[in-house]
Structure formats: structure tokens, C-alpha cells
């Protein structure tokens, strides 16, 4: 229920880290879900100066838009769906890149994207991929996403086939500019 933090790449195996997430302290173990806790963290994403993370259980996103420079350093913003636990977001993924965010959210059958790195707790999703719009849950382009990652110009998503049997990849040029955007490029492994 942690996540180490070194300031620089380690050099050396068994390197220290240099802080903790979620934790008082390198020895803590706990979950909860006060903002200074972690319980189930899933995916980590970060660009200069700027942490996201995945905190699963707790059903939401912490963002970090300040350098960590402490133990168990409270996040600037928790990102939730209108006030509560983005609902499945157990499995999914997060990427931060480019003052942009983009939340994986599989059970619900979609992606929801920040055009501008949240700054507030009560910040929603601009778009949404895979819904025609934030409150539908069925009749879904993207079945159950697993990942997305943002590299500051194209937008990837990994999801399962419509059977769930395969894996798909879905790839969007540039970030896209309306609700349920078809991708550019549709992989099927």
C-alpha cells in the first residue's frame, strides 16, 4: 500500500528511495483512505514535477502537482467522479503527460479525459471515450480498458475484445476533442 519515490534514477541495485507514499514511514504497512493512505495503488504516472496515481481500492486518482519532498505528502487533488469512488476503477490506468490526464475506467466501459491536469477535488472529466456520455454504462466502443498512456501527442488504450477473450489496442493521433471519438488505429491481438 506504498509508493517509493527516488528523486533522481537510482544508480546503484538496492538503492534507498528517497520518500514514501502512502506511509508514515519505509516499515509502514497499512491501507486506508485518507489522502496521506494507499490502498491498492495500481498504476503510477508522472511527468516533471507533476505524480498521478492509481489508488484502486479507494476508487480514485491522486495527483501530486508539487515535487515530493516528504513521507506520506498529502496530494494536491483526489480525482472521484462527481464527489464518489470512480466505480471500477479497480483494474484500470492512468497517464499524465502534457498537462493532460487520462483515467482508464473499465467497469464502466470507458476513458475519461482531462484536458487540463486537475487542480481541485471537484474537477470532472471534459471527455469521455468508449460512452456517448458521462452517465451510460452500456452500448459501449471500448470494453473494459485496462491502461491508457498519453506521451503528449498520441493517446493509447489497451482493452479487452467485446468477448473478453483478446486484447485490443486503440490508438488516437492526437488527444481527442469530443465524447466517444473513434481512434485512429485499431489493433486486435
Not at 519515490?5 to 519505509?26: C, E, H, K, M
Not at 514535477?49 to 481500492?57: E, H, N, Q, Y
Not at 499524465?96 to 483515467?103: E, P, R, S, T
Amino acid at each position: 500500500h506504498r509508493i517509493l519515490v527516488w528523486n533522481s534514477i537510482p544508480t546503484s541495485n538496492q538503492q534507498i528511495a528517497d520518500y514514501v507514499l502512502g506511509q508514515a514511514n519505509f516499515t509502514g504497512q497499512s491501507s486506508g483512505s485518507a489522502t496521506t493512505n494507499l490502498y491498492n495503488p495500481a498504476r503510477v504516472s508522472c511527468t516533471t514535477g507533476k505524480v498521478a496515481v492509481l489508488d484502486a481500492a479507494n476508487g480514485r486518482v491522486l495527483i501530486w502537482n508539487t515535487p515530493i519532498t516528504a513521507n506520506a505528502q498529502v496530494p494536491n487533488v483526489v480525482v472521484t467522479q462527481t464527489g464518489t469512488a470512480i466505480a471500477g476503477i479497480y483494474q484500470g490506468g492512468v497517464s499524465i503527460a502534457n498537462a493532460k490526464l487520462a483515467i482508464a475506467d473499465p467497469w464502466n466501459n470507458r476513458v475519461l479525459l482531462h484536458n487540463a491536469i486537475p487542480t481541485s477535488n471537484t474537477t470532472t472529466a471534459d471527455l469521455v471515450l468508449g460512452q456517448t456520455d458521462f452517465t451510460a454504462t452500456s452500448g459501449t466502443t471500448i470494453t473494459r480498458p485496462q491502461s491508457a498512456y498519453y506521451d503528449g501527442t498520441k493517446l493509447w488504450v489497451t482493452a479487452l475484445n467485446a468477448a473478453g477473450t483478446s486484447s485490443v489496442l486503440y490508438q488516437w493521433n492526437s488527444w481527442p476533442t469530443s465524447n466517444n471519438a473513434s481512434p485512429d488505429l485499431t489493433i486486435t491481438g
